[in-house]
Antibody, heavy 122, light 111 residues
């Protein structure tokens, strides 16, 4: 079945780095745009970044621009989020999500992973 | 930071109809379609409504969405206990930078 599984979360000190991974299965990963969304403890959803199906375009939230990098390896069916210069306010559960339609941008997120927790603390 | 505004809470008894509003602007709801996500306690969000009023396969028809101008709404008819969850509206926003924006979220309680 269609599935997304995140990994790579953990505890990191302020200013540190972490790379999250999202392993996709059950669909043609290379045909779909992908997103990262985060949720701070007890808070709402916040969109983080998007990457086109072929990696040619990337968009970021202002809150992470210049610090986070979204990327993908279509040969490994895997999405990544490289997070640098981490701050306490980056503490959240990070979800990866799949765009509903192939080759499209302006569609909903129809499949979500279970999330991975990132805690930024000294 | 959210640019889409929702009421923080809504409630109803089983069988009642509950409506959640979502207010945006011309750069998001006014020019793009609206999606709604349901997040049950302790779980990942789930797509509930897409393209303003379309239900994915498996979503009961007691959930419905609508959009008018720069606002949207989600209605839950025949409220059930399993509908107790957080609900988020969302849309693409193409103001200065392309970005996806979520609403502030509404906690629905079944009394």
């Amino acid at each position: 079945q269609v599935q997304l599984v995140e990994s790579g979360g953990g505890v990191v000190q302020p200013g540190g780095s972490l790379r999250l991974s999202c392993a996709a299965s059950g669909f043609t990963f290379s045909s779909y745009g992908m997103h990262w969304v985060r949720q701070a403890p007890g808070k709402g959803l916040e969109w983080v970044a998007f990457i086109r199906y072929d990696g040619s375009n990337k968009y970021y939230a202002d809150s992470v621009k210049g610090r986070f990098t979204i990327s993908r390896d279509n040969s490994k069916n895997t999405l990544y989020l490289q997070m640098n210069s981490l701050r306490a306010e980056d503490t959240a559960v990070y979800y990866c999500a799949k765009v509903q339609r192939p080759y499209q941008l302006l569609y909903a997120f129809d499949i979500w992973g279970q999330g991975t927790m990132v805690t930024v603390s000294s | 930071q959210s640019v889409l505004t929702q009421p923080p809470s809504a409630s109803g008894t089983p069988g009642q109809r509950v409506t959640i509003s979502c207010s945006g602007s011309s750069s998001n709801i006014g020019s793009n379609t609206v999606n709604w996500y349901q997040q049950l306690p302790g779980t990942a969000p789930k797509l509930l409504i897409y393209s303003n009023n379309q239900r994915p396969s498996g979503v009961p028809d007691r959930f419905s969405g609508s959009k008018s101008g720069t606002s949207a709404s989600l209605a839950i008819s025949g409220l059930q206990s399993e509908d107790e969850a957080d609900y988020y509206c969302a849309a693409w926003d193409d103001s200065l930078n392309v970005r996806y924006v979520f609403g502030t979220g509404t906690k629905v309680t079944v009394l």
